[in-house]
Each structure stands twice: as structure tokens, then as C-alpha cells.
């Protein structure tokens, strides 16, 4: 069993609808990050929070907004996605920004955008 | 942009062979992890090597790290069907502490091991 937890499993969503992907660890770990991972490919950053402030987006469209409430939870708000959106979302933490120490997955959330 | 190439991009063995995955760069790192990626799940975290050189073993699994920490190999003994799956090598890199643990990822290779 993974310590980080991604609710929900799968979301299937229309192009207009507002939803949430939720994240939570309570390992203590400092630093949340987002990926999005196509079918057989690597996961492709998208954000970094590091001690509750958001420290790095990589370009992300602003139809997917950050949030991290507090150190142990991190959302990822959805708004307005393309079919191309669909993937699966991981959440990953990581005990602080030591480059070395391992991130921890969850398993992610199988999105679909219709 | 830090690049890591992974091979093969697939492979398709069976029960009982031996097989090795390789990650090279022409970049200097400072850590490389290999991580396995089963189908529903993320990545979990294999192996971190650290020092150029280094070997580490994990049962029928063993990681090398070049001495320039440039390159990083899986060598995979007697495969099984339960190793099947997504393996991923990732290098870390320090930026002046600044990179906020910014790793690389390779392209990935699947495994199939049949039975």
C-alpha cells in the first residue's frame, strides 16, 4: 500500500465541469508534487510545492490551478479540460527538497475528459 | 534540458532469461533512481545510487552506476512474470539548491516477462 493517498481513482468529466483531484500523505514529507503520465510514458512534471508554497509550474495551462492547504494535503483543480487532458494524474511527495531522496507515488487518479 | 535516454523501449522475454536496461546521459548527476511502475499504481521507488561506481543488489536485481555518474544500468537475473512491468530511471540533480528536487525521467521501458 502506497503512504500517499489519491482520491478519486477515476473521474470521467465533460469539458465544462469543475472537479478536484485530491492528495494526501502524512509521512511529514515537506514537498508535493503533481505529474501527469500518458499510457506507457514517463510522468511529466507539473507542479512542485515545497513547504506549502508552490515553487515551480511547469508551463502548466491555467485550466489545471494548484492548491496545498496544508503540508499534508495538495489539490489539483480542474476546469474546462480538453479531451487531451485525459490521463493519469499522480500526486507525489518527497521528505524535503534533498535532489537525492526518493519521491513517493500514490497511485494516481485515471482521468477522462469526454 | 538534462536528457536521459532509456533502452530498450520494450522488452518481451521469457520466464527465466536475463535481461539489462540501460540509462545514459551526457550530463553529470548526482543521484539516479530506478523506479517500477506496475499497471493502476505510480512509480515505487527501486534503488537510489549515489556514488560513481557503485553496485547495488536487490535480490535478482542489480544497479550499476558509471564512475562519471554519467550512465546507470538494471541487470535483471532469472526474470519472472511478476517483474512485468514499467521501469523507469530518474536523475537528480543539484542545482545550488535550487532545483528543488527536479528529476529527470528516461523514456521508460516495458517489461513483459511471459510465463
Known amino acids: 500500500d502506497t503512504e500517499v493517498t489519491q482520491t478519486p481513482k477515476h473521474l470521467v468529466m465533460g469539458m465544462t465541469n469543475k472537479k478536484s483531484l485530491k492528495c494526501e500523505q502524512h509521512?511529514?514529507?515537506?514537498?508535493m508534487y503533481w505529474y501527469k503520465q500518458k499510457a506507457k510514458k514517463p510522468p511529466e512534471l507539473m507542479f512542485v510545492y515545497s513547504y506549502e508554497k508552490l515553487s515551480i509550474n511547469e508551463s502548466v495551462p491555467s485550466r489545471f490551478s494548484p492548491e496545498c492547504p496544508n503540508s499534508s494535503l495538495l489539490n489539483l483543480h480542474l476546469h474546462a479540460l480538453q479531451p487531451e487532458d485525459s490521463a493519469l494524474y499522480l500526486c507525489?511527495?518527497?521528505?524535503?527538497?534533498?535532489?537525492?531522496?526518493?519521491?513517493?507515488f500514490g497511485n494516481g487518479t485515471r482521468l477522462t475528459v469526454t | 534540458t538534462q536528457l536521459l535516454e532509456q533502452s530498450p523501449q520494450f522488452l518481451s522475454i521469457q520466464e527465466g532469461e536475463n535481461l539489462t536496461v540501460y540509462c545514459n546521459s551526457s550530463s553529470v548527476f548526482s543521484s539516479l533512481q530506478w523506479y517500477r511502475q506496475e499497471p493502476g499504481e505510480g512509480p515505487v521507488l527501486l534503488v537510489t545510487?549515489?556514488?560513481?561506481?557503485e553496485v547495488k543488489k536487490l535480490k535478482r536485481l542489480t544497479f550499476q552506476f558509471g564512475d562519471a555518474r554519467k550512465d546507470s544500468s538494471l541487470h535483471i537475473t532469472a526474470a519472472q512474470p511478476g517483474d512485468t512491468g514499467l521501469y523507469l530511471c530518474a536523475g537528480a540533480k543539484n542545482a545550488g539548491g535550487t532545483s528543488y528536487g527536479k528529476l529527470t525521467f528516461g523514456q521508460g521501458t516495458i517489461l513483459t516477462v511471459h510465463p
Open positions: 545510487v549515489v556514488t560513481g561506481g
Open positions: 507525489a511527495s518527497r521528505r524535503n527538497r534533498d535532489h537525492n531522496s526518493p519521491l513517493h
Open positions: 509521512m511529514g514529507h515537506r514537498a
